[in-house]
């Protein structure tokens, strides 16, 4: 039981040397901050990430061309159907037909990717990655138009394109006056822009950037892309179907196809579950990062209590002379430690969270309090106060009376 004269003489003591007082709440503040800050921005990178990826929908399924490898559960065929020789390409008339063909997939919108130059006037534009889509693409990966419309089943084979909003701002920067209209050559072939994408934030479950993408219909994609190939399908599953009943579907249709043909499939919970285990380990290390500046501000709170001890001897003398147990100085000494460490754990409580609100708010994170930081500030201040505050109250304890009342 701490009786209250222990505090009051553990905070006269502390106040008579402000100045180291002061010295060791910094570290402690430092530390504990840096920790709280570190496990809270990490935290609230996990959730900014997981809520990227939650905007398009647990009910997605992304269904990629398996490259061979063994069978389905074996490396390299993980999720697949199909065996270990070299894997057909998968129709675009077989794709669409899985709607048709598979009750638990309501839409799909394969895509294929393209290469090589893009300019606008002459002048190459940078950062912008052209993409065979369908009509349902649009929808199925929750983007929005800006401007114009976006590509229709009509437009096959056409030369028509929707542009991304990083395009736009390039093809602005290039002296496009009206955007709508203006023509991009990607390789040989030259594109009309009909459509503008909104912006989208980065991240989430899309394989691909939408700000930077040039889309055009995926016939017009299969005919003028070199090498062109589907190989990613993102699929929309059926209201109450489980992602788990409308994989195996694909498999079965998939497998029923012959002719080599396989598929991987990942749903999104084992995406989130993927995503999770990797932000638990970014978070553990930042913290451990930050506790090397806590061990900084221990050492400090040790070398107060240690200087307090040291001008102290003679007082310590005293009150064993008068019948103080060792205990009783041990404990006395402790008390120091711990208050010492608790006022500082409180201000970097507050110095932690508010650095990780500056960071969020100017990385446009959605702020979020974590209470485990919050109590990890709490305990983590008290345990510094008594693992670095044991050795001085030790020390002192341990003090000859005779020897301490010989000190001047």
Not at 121 to 143: D, H, Q, W, Y
Not at 166 to 191: H, M, P, T, W, Y
């Given at each position: ?13 502390l106040?008579a ?5 002061v ?17 809270s ?8 990430s ?35 020789a070299a894997?057909?390409a ?45 009509a ?12 114009g ?14 542009i991304?909003s990083?395009v736009?701002?390039?093809l ?43 889309y ?22 059926s209201?109450?179907?489980t992602n ?5 579907q ?6 029923s ?11 999104p ?30 050492v400090?709170v ?17 009150r ?15 008390i ?14 507050i ?29 983590v ?28």
């Amino acid at each position: 039981m701490i009786h209250p004269s222990h505090l009051k003489e553990a905070a006269r003591s502390l106040l008579a040397s402000k100045q180291r007082t002061v010295l060791a709440l910094i570290g402690i503040v430092i530390g504990i901050g840096s920790v709280i800050a570190m496990v809270s921005v990490g935290r609230i990178v996990q959730e900014e990430s997981l809520r990227q990826f939650k905007e398009m929908g647990t009910d997605i399924l992304t269904i990629e061309k398996e490259f061979g490898g063994g069978p389905p559960g074996m490396p390299g065929g993980s999720g697949a159907a199909g065996g270990t020789a070299a894997k057909a390409a998968l129709r675009l008339d077989t794709i669409l037909a899985i709607p048709s063909r598979c009750p638990g997939i309501v839409a799909v919108a394969p895509s294929v990717r393209g290469s090589g130059d893009i300019s606008f006037t002459g002048n190459k534009l940078e950062r912008c990655s052209p993409m065979g889509v369908t009509a349902s693409f649009l929808n199925i990966n929750k983007l929005a138009m800006r401007e114009g419309r976006f590509l229709s089943d009509l437009d096959e084979q056409s030369r028509y394109c929707v542009i991304g909003s990083q395009v736009a701002a390039e093809l602005q920067k290039q002296g496009a006056g009206r955007l709508l209209g203006s023509k991009i050559r990607i390789g040989d072939n030259l594109f009309t822009v009909i459509g503008i994408t909104s912006e989208v934030p980065q991240g989430g479950m899309r394989r691909f950037e939408p700000n930077e993408m040039i889309y055009v219909h995926i016939t017009t994609g299969l005919r003028v892309f070199a090498n062109a190939e589907i190989q990613s399908i993102t699929a929309r599953v059926s209201p109450g179907i489980t992602n788990n009943a409308a994989r195996d579907q694909v498999l079965a249709y998939v497998a029923s196809l012959g002719k080599g043909q396989a598929v991987r499939i990942t749903s999104p919970e084992e995406i989130i579950a993927q995503m999770e285990k990797q932000m638990q380990m970014f978070t553990l290390l930042l913290g451990a990062i930050g506790s090397i500046s806590l061990i900084v501000g221990g050492v400090g709170v040790m070398n107060v209590m240690l200087v307090s001890v040291t001008e102290r001897r003679r007082e310590i003398g005293i009150r064993r002379a008068l019948g103080a147990k060792r205990g009783d100085i041990r404990g006395q000494f402790l008390i120091e430690s711990v208050i010492l460490s608790l006022i500082g754990g409180l201000f970097g409580i507050i110095f932690g969270i508010g650095a990780s609100w500056l960071i969020a708010h100017f990385a446009k994170w959605q702020f979020a309090l974590s209470f485990s930081a919050i109590l990890l500030g709490v305990g983590v201040s008290n345990a510094v106060g008594i693992f670095f505050g044991y050795y001085p109250a030790r020390q002192a304890s341990l003090l000859d009376p005779i020897v301490a009342l010989k000190s001047d």
